[in-house]
């Protein structure tokens, strides 16, 4: 029943509305041609240029090809959300089998009953926050691109709750008063929203949200409601899509679009993505701080170190050029930049950044690299590929030196050093972490963690004679700024808001409170506070308390909490602490070898002793437990060299051989399959090729192996190995990853072709192929399995 669940799960596309032939949708197809016609009539009559004329078809057909995408993507994530509930929660199974699950699908259904009961009173919270908060962010951030006077008009969120996926709850390696859970969110509503922006009015339909969000029970109480209190926040960026519609459909192109999804996502990232926590107060018997005061598990210290092979998006007179490449690496809310590197396909950054980890187990980091080009923002630049790393491998392994696959992209791989500090709150600890950041010699590191939380002020001076202030905060320690809301017309506001900043040196390093007025950007008061003045408080902890403000009132005071933590790298004895915990399952990750002259040294793993094989031996598949059990455990007579990191041991020799040739004896190939319904992105890793036939020994062939996702067979699918110089026996260990809706997910096939870069002589370069019919395979675990190499079957491009 297992094997035929992909089959049973499959949900009705939606039907084409191409027949439509309704009155409005006639006279605007009849205007659109007459000014069509009458655009041509005009170039001819004006003797303009040709290319008045194709410039705009061009971006015509771009904007029409790019709606299309979108378009067809936002249906099937329709499609999804109205479906059973049944074959949602099947189709998830394989993706998280250490998920708790409700024991049937009624229960299910019965707690997305529950959301679709509740959702008209969230649905009235939710306008608030978009007026409230999101609005007025928005607005800002468009300004920066001279887009002004944005503002919501009507905000609708329709009728469609918000979907329950699965529901993960955790039972190890936590403290006795609290509840915590995993909520895989998906939103894909009939919402009604619209805005104005530089007097166009526009709206926005089809709006989908899909994310992990993570809900905090704490602290236990005896009383009715048993919790104090919630905080609920984003593990990772969510996902936001959206349709424009009215006036502003004529600026949906991709450009506007994502500086307006880019501002959103940004904004919802402040808000509620880690470290960001939206806190919700309970019960009155908590003190506030106990929700708010920021609680970060550890640093994460980033080295980007450089990248080799990219591709070559810069066009000049004789073709390609070479690339201006930067990256951008994320983690949760926090994102850094790199400086962009002229005409190098090969750069060196040698760039560093430390990133606040809030859970270690769930987080992951983001790097993505695109190629700079003259223009407004991001969206003028061409996109090089990315990489992805779960942080849980890093906290496992301590320090981590690893090159990373880019994912879609044809090649490239980008070199990243990593290393997990704990907090530590021993104040002997901090000699060690000094001396640590000196050996490195970058004096932006940081060697220590001050969590603040600020409760309110009092007593504020008046900005203007008879009246009172508008104040807000503005909190700085180092480079790093904090602005709080603005508290109208009052001399006692209440922020109740907390923040964490890393600091480079606690003996030096000072904090910076000031309050502000909006109306008159006067200053109401300052606070400075020398960090060296926790080292000698208990647990380098100050309790709430107020303190006078400088140069404000009299009686002008505030009210916060400061928190010391001490950066301490994690070793070998923490880490069994660390990684105690059944890890979150992820797709089968891959690092092709570096470059001989910056290399770690290889891996080497004992090999199974080959048995003898039967023909069926192509239906056999290896457990990649199996595989990571062998490859963890290496013989004692074999050390690990000091740098080799989890990822380099998982993929670097599969335990397995093959003695035959295949059906066709043109060799077989070992692959790996994974589907990750969480990230709806289909994993494909290319082991090794065994047995490839030598037609000539004075011809040695030059393997690899390229991948298309089928059908359609389309350009930007492609993916390709790197070429192995004089072997019948070549191994790659390289992964490669599409991004597939599950709904369209049984009717995608993969080819997979062996060819040799030298060519047969007068014949085809092509050595073998086959055809993966992703529909034949239950992917609720990866699959392992030999595949035979066949005749090609398939154009070559």
């Excluded at 591709?311 to 930067?326: E, R």
């Excluded at 600020?454 to 807000?472: G, H």
């Excluded at 603005?486 to 000072?510: A, K, W």
Aim: one cysteine or more; a negative charge; aromatic letters at 6%.
């Amino acid at each position: 029943m297992a094997s035929n669940m992909s089959e049973n799960s499959k949900f009705a596309l939606p039907v084409s509305n191409d027949g439509d032939t309704n009155v409005l949708s006639m006279i605007y197809r009849f205007f659109k041609k007459v000014s069509i016609v009458g655009a041509v009539y005009l170039v001819g009559y004006m003797q303009w240029s040709v290319a008045w004329l194709i410039g705009p078809v061009v971006l015509s057909v771009l904007r029409d090809q790019w709606r299309r995408e979108n378009e067809y993507r936002r249906n099937l994530a329709k499609v999804v959300a109205v479906s059973s509930e049944k074959d949602v929660v099947l189709a998830r199974l394989d993706d998280l089998p250490a998920w708790v699950f409700f024991p049937d699908v009624e229960r299910a259904e019965w707690l997305n009953r529950i959301l679709l009961q509740v959702w008209p009173n969230v649905n009235h919270y939710a306008k608030t926050i978009l007026k409230e908060t999101i609005e007025p962010a928005v607005a800002e951030s468009l300004a920066n691109f001279k887009l002004n006077g944005f503002k919501f008009e009507r905000m609708i969120l329709g009728t469609i709750a918000p979907r329950v996926g699965g529901v993960k709850v955790y039972d190890k390696n936590l403290s006795r008063n609290e509840i915590i859970m995993d909520v895989d969110l998906f939103y894909a509503g009939d919402c009604d929203i619209s805005f104005v922006l530089q007097r166009i009015r526009g709206g926005i339909k089809d709006l989908q949200i899909h994310g992990m969000l993570r809900v905090i029970m704490k602290p236990l109480i005896t009383k009715i409601p048993l919790v104090g209190g919630l905080q609920v926040f984003f593990l990772n960026n969510p996902s936001i899509d959206f349709n424009l519609v009215g006036a502003a459909d004529i600026l949906d192109m991709p450009g506007f679009s994502d500086i307006l999804r880019r501002c959103i996502i940004e904004q919802v990232a402040k808000m509620m993505v880690l470290p960001n926590k939206l806190p919700i107060k309970l019960s009155d018997e908590i003190p506030t701080v106990d929700l708010r005061m920021p609680d970060p598990e550890g640093v994460l210290r980033i080295h980007l170190v450089q990248a080799q092979n990219l591709m070559k998006k810069d066009v000049s007179m004789i073709g390609k050029g070479k690339s201006d490449p930067y990256a951008i690496i994320t983690v949760g809310a926090q994102q850094w930049k790199t400086k962009h590197i002229d005409n190098d396909v090969n750069p060196r950054w040698e760039f560093w950044c430390e990133a606040l980890i809030s859970s270690r187990k769930s987080q992951v980091l983001q790097c993505e690299l695109w190629d700079w080009d003259p223009g407004m923002g991001i969206q003028n630049d061409d996109y090089l590929g990315r990489c992805s790393l779960d942080i849980s491998q890093v906290v496992s392994a301590g320090r981590l030196d690893t090159w990373q696959t880019l994912q879609q992209a044809k090649h490239g791989k980008v070199h990243l050093r990593l290393s997990w500090h704990r907090l530590s709150t021993e104040l002997a600890d901090l000699n060690q972490a000094l001396l640590e950041v000196q050996l490195i010699k970058n004096s932006e590191l940081s060697t220590a963690v001050l969590s603040v939380y600020i409760d309110s002020c009092k007593n504020l001076p008046n900005a203007r004679a008879q009246s009172k202030p508008d104040p807000y905060l503005q909190i700085t320690l180092g480079k790093k700024t904090e602005n709080t809301a603005v508290q109208m017309r009052t001399d006692c506001p209440v922020y109740e808001i907390g923040h964490s900043f890393l600091v480079q040196n606690p003996n030096i390093d000072m904090l910076e409170v000031k309050v502000l007025d909006q109306k008159t950007g006067n200053q109401l008061g300052i606070l400075m506070y020398s960090v060296a003045s926790l080292l000698k408080q208990k647990d380098l902890t100050m309790l709430s308390q107020p303190i006078n403000l400088q140069k404000s009132g009299p009686e002008s005071k505030i009210l916060l909490a400061l928190q010391l933590k001490i950066l301490k790298e994690a070793v070998k004895e923490d880490l069994e602490e660390e990684t105690s915990a059944p890890p979150t399952p992820e797709p089968l990750p891959a690092a092709p070898a570096p470059d001989a002259t910056d290399a770690a040294p290889p891996v080497t793993i004992p090999p199974v002793a080959p048995t003898e094989e039967t023909d069926n031996t192509s239906e056999k598949s290896i457990p990649v437990e199996q595989i990571i059990r062998q490859v963890e455990t290496p013989q004692e007579s074999q050390p690990q060299p000091e740098n080799d990191t989890h990822v380099h041991k998982l993929v670097h020799r599969v335990s397995s051989l093959t003695t035959s040739a295949g059906e066709a004896g043109l060799g077989r190939i070992l692959l790996s399959l994974r589907y990750s319904i969480l990230n709806q992105t289909l994993y494909v890793v290319v082991h090794k090729i065994m047995n490839i036939p030598l037609k000539d020994p004075t011809n040695v062939p030059d393997p690899y192996v390229k991948l298309y996702l089928l059908p359609g067979r389309a350009k930007d699918s492609k993916r390709k190995t790197l070429v192995v110089k004089d072997s019948c026996m070549p191994e790659y260990d390289e992964t490669f990853e599409w991004v597939i809706p599950h709904a369209e997910l049984h009717s995608r096939q993969v080819e997979v072709t062996v060819a040799t870069h030298k060519g047969f002589l007068g014949g085809s370069p092509v050595i073998g192929q086959v055809i993966v019919h992703l529909n034949q395979y239950d992917f609720r675990e990866a699959k392992t399995l030999w595949f035979d190499l066949l005749p090609e079957v398939a154009p070559r491009d």
